[in-house]
Every structure is written in structure tokens, then in C-alpha cells.
């Protein structure tokens, strides 16, 4: 379980970056749209499952309401899945 969400996260990290500095820059610099359209729904689903593995994980190794906070906010924060990997996610 822990190499699907490590993988996930990872995924999710790369599709956010994707989504933000290369898709919604082109969509409002040159009003094009169509990246945002191709990157949006894998990163949700992707989002969605990095969130469904946090709450997994909490239940299964026993984090404490903090941890669990701080590793499903990363999420949220350009490189932060890439973070949470390599300080809680490689020592389960």
C-alpha cells in the first residue's frame, strides 16, 4: 500500500506543477485553454486518491491528527508531496 500512495503522491506533485506553471499560465497568457483540459482531471483524480491514501494511512500507521493534517495540506502547496515523501513517506 505504501509504494501506491508513495507513487500517487509523487504523480500528484508532478501533475500540480504541470497544471500550474505550465497549463494556467498558457491558458491566461495565450487564451488557450485546452492544457488546463488535459491536466485538469487526472490531477483531481489524482488529488482525490493522494487524500483517500492520507486517511488510509492515518488509520493504518496511527498518525495523529497533525501529521495527518500536514501531509494531506501538502498536497495543496507546489512541492509538497515531494516533501512529505521524503520526510514521512520512506520511513514507513
Known amino acids: 500500500m505504501i509504494n501506491i500512495y508513495r507513487l500517487t503522491a509523487f504523480l500528484e506533485g508532478i501533475s ?4 500550474l506553471f505550465i497549463a494556467v499560465p498558457i491558458k491566461y ?4 485553454a485546452l492544457y488546463v483540459k488535459i491536466l485538469g482531471m487526472p ?3 489524482l488529488f482525490i486518491l ?3 491514501f492520507s486517511i488510509i494511512a492515518k488509520i ?4 495523529n491528527f497533525r501529521k495527518f493534517l ?3 495540506i501538502a498536497s495543496l502547496v507546489p512541492f509538497g508531496t515531494f516533501y512529505i515523501d521524503k520526510k514521512y513517506l520512506t520511513k514507513l
Not at 500540480?16 to 497544471?19: A, M, P, V
Open 16 to 19: 500540480y506543477i504541470l497544471l
Open 50 to 52: 493522494y487524500i483517500l
Open 60 to 63: 493504518k500507521y496511527n498518525w
Open 43 to 45: 490531477h483531481g483524480i
Open 70 to 72: 500536514v501531509i494531506s
Open 29 to 32: 497568457l495565450l487564451n488557450e
